[in-house]
């Protein structure tokens, strides 16, 4: 008995929802398709004009754009819950403007429910069924349309782009510096006593070669440069050999800069960047182990990090100049030795450079 209770009141609700009256509220849309022109007088061809329609009798397969998408946008419409696409009598309408391009359509179109607009810069007529699919989903849900895709409905505009890009100056730049360097190195204090690890200043010449590109206020350097020692000590003040001396380096980098005054005459700024250094340093043999020659050549390097901060003059010019100061601070430690000594040692140091851009 229950159970038969049981189906009569499934029975009942049933009926109750299959009745008009109880039936969900539809949005009754009106769809018009208008042909536009770019030029002053516009050429409106709606989906409802019949005037618009194509000679059937000149081609039997002759498609008007208007009424074609118009009747896609109307069966979409009808097809998304809630929503019917009426002739007359609608509460809301939807409305699309063709704009005729060499080939194709630019499209722009509108929901009066959501006052939402959509554009589409390029579309072909094969694309009109897709077109018809995301529009009346984006227009009716109140979504963009480049959300309304899948693999289905893609069209050309959403992989084809023309994009423009900033175009950059490029210049060469030379410049000319005094290097820094901070040490503990094996260091001879007397001519014939042992070496003794102790800080030193290394003061090296900087030669500098590279291209800047400027890109409104941002900057990118891209360079090479050799660094060359200028102090050593003379193997006969140190017989017992030992001592280390720093010969040169090479280097080749990165820097990314900030323009303060981008547009000024003169402008300062700041920026930072790394360059990977390979450093050559000497140490003087024992007197008795001397030959042919009177030191052991010694190499180490890594990645260094910098600091950068300067100023351009003259940049009205088509060569203008720089002055430049840098920081850096080495990720690795120089560890090498030969049969003569070795060093350990962490090596920061800055440079101060004056140089061209041409």
């Not at 039936?23 to 516009?42: F, G, I, M, Q």
């Not at 009798?57 to 419409?77: C, K, N, S, T, W």
């Not at 005459?265 to 024992?286: D, E, K, N, R």
């Amino acid at each position: 008995m229950k159970s038969l209770s049981s189906l009569r009141l499934l029975a009942i609700v049933a009926s109750l929802i299959a009745l008009p009256g109880v039936a969900a509220a539809t949005v009754s849309v009106c769809v018009e398709v208008e042909t536009k022109s770019w030029s002053a007088e516009d050429v409106d061809h709606s989906v409802d004009d019949e005037e618009s329609a194509p000679d059937r009798a000149a081609d039997p397969f002759a498609i008007d754009p208007a009424r074609y998408l118009g009747r896609m946008v109307q069966y979409e419409v009808t097809h998304e819950v809630g929503f019917e696409a009426v002739e007359a009598n609608c509460t809301e309408r939807l409305v699309i403007e063709l704009y005729p391009l060499r080939s194709g359509w630019t499209v722009f179109a509108r929901y009066s429910g959501h006052s939402r607009e959509e554009k589409v810069d390029h579309v072909q007529l094969d694309e009109f069924i897709s077109l018809a699919q995301r529009l009346t989903m984006a227009l009716l849900r109140d979504r963009p349309i480049s959300d309304i895709i899948n693999r289905e409905n893609v069209l050309r505009a959403d992989s084809q782009a023309d994009l423009r890009t900033i175009d950059g100056e490029g210049h060469f730049v030379l410049g000319l510096g005094t290097r820094f360097r901070f040490a503990e190195m094996p260091t001879a204090t007397s001519n014939d006593g042992a070496v003794s690890d102790e800080v030193r200043v290394l003061t090296p010449l900087d030669f500098h070669l590279g291209y800047r590109g400027k890109y409104q206020a941002w900057g990118l350097d891209a360079f090479v440069r050799g660094t060359l020692g200028v102090s050593s000590r003379s193997p006969r003040r140190n017989t017992a050999g030992g001592h280390v001396d720093f010969e040169g380096a090479g280097a080749f980098g990165l820097h990314f800069l900030r323009y303060f005054d981008a547009k000024g005459v003169t402008s300062m700024y700041l920026g930072g960047g790394a360059q990977f250094q390979l450093s050559a340093f000497s140490v003087i043999m024992p007197d008795g182990e001397r030959g042919g020659s009177e030191r052991e050549d010694l190499y180490g390097g890594g990645l260094d990090v910098d600091l950068v901060i300067g100023c351009e003059f003259m940049r009205a010019s088509s060569v203008h100049f720089y002055v430049q100061a840098e920081l850096s601070a080495p990720t690795y430690l120089i560890e090498t030795e030969v049969d003569a000594g070795g060093i350990d040692a962490y090596m920061p140091g800055g440079l101060l450079q004056l140089g061209m851009v041409f």
